[in-house]
């Protein structure tokens, strides 16, 4: 089976990490190659040894806008050829679009003669260009992979005719090894902020959907009890753009302003994007998601693999990856009394923690392994060929 991945950003964000781990984790069966625009993900791209196709990318954002909505539009057409002409070229037998953006690219290219997966990892805002979007892709994709059922079902709401299967997202279970770790050494390396009673973190983009903002007033409420806590701030404003849907150097100018005036500057550290986040990972006392949305949850079954007990959003994924009061608990958004009395039951209980710790890494061991992904991959990829086959006139 020859497989071509393609890739709209070379950003390596979540969506990324996913496609290096399933290009890593496939059998040598499948012939695989990737179609993506220069930059970092091609580097990292040719360390799994999978050979790279150059293409046109975009930063276009799936809202309407006079002037990047166009633009978008001939850069993903543009980018849309050259998919067409890789696929022609090496022959392949199925292309795997690694986003929503790279699925509008093959809408774009027809590649009505191949077998087409969609891999949609967001749940955006509802909107006429977000409608649009799914629905073309609902038309003309074969499949399309939700890395959750709550994605499955916005795409289902917006577009009720496409093929929809769930595969969750993989961890790689020997990177994200406790016994590789030395926790101590880890903390250490983190100076005043590892010698703090605790260590929280939030790994993701800074974006005001991520809501770092509720984890540092969370903080700003257990410093007030009386409580030695240090927050870990792992991520940047990644895309920044002026087509991206949020303005997210504004947030971190805010956020920025928010620990300023609450005084915590000395207990917020700023680590921007890191090459070490599984040590930084393993150092923490508790990992946190406060998103305001969550699709899936990859810093979950992370922190989880390593034994990290976790706090996340109620909203969006995270149910169907841990169970409230075993691996950690479900919390909603914007609700930083509800956070901050969750960090609290954590820490007050070494044993709740470690039992929560090892509770995540065995379900990430049951259900979240890079092999688990790659063999439901293998069976969706089966599947779609047949289909597409049968849908030949």
Known sequence: MKVLFVNHTAEVSGAERSLLSLLAALPDTVERRAAVPSGRLVGEIERVGIPVSPILGTAGSLRLHP????????????AALQVRRIARRHDVDL?????????????????STRATVVHVRDCLPPGPLTTASLR???ATATTVVANSAYTARSVE???????????????????WDPARIDRAAARARLGAAGRRRLLLGVVAQLSPWKGQGTAIEALRLLRDQGIDAHLLLIGSAKF?????????????ADLRARVAQAGLEDRVSWLGEREDVPELVRALDILLLPSLEEPFGRALIEAMALAVPVISTDVGGPPEIIEHGREGYLVSPHEPTAWAQAIGRIAESPDRAREMGLAGRR???????????????????????????????
């Open 363 to 393: 379900r990430v061991q049951e259900a979240f392994t890079a092999e688990h992904h790659a063999a439901r991959m293998l069976d969706v990829y089966e599947r779609a060929i047949v289909r597409a086959r049968a849908a030949r006139p």
């Open 157 to 175: 709401t917006a577009a009720a005719r496409a093929h929809v299967e769930v595969v969750h997202n993989p961890v790689d279970l020997t990177l």
């Open 67 to 78: 002037v990047h909505t166009p633009r978008a539009v001939a850069e993903m057409s543009l």
């Open 240 to 252: 920044v753009a002026r087509a991206t849907r949020f303005d997210n150097e504004a947030y971190v």
């Open 136 to 138: 073309l892709i609902a």
């Open 95 to 111: 292309v795997h679009a690694n986003s929503i953006r790279a699925g509008i690219v093959l809408s774009l290219g027809r590649m």
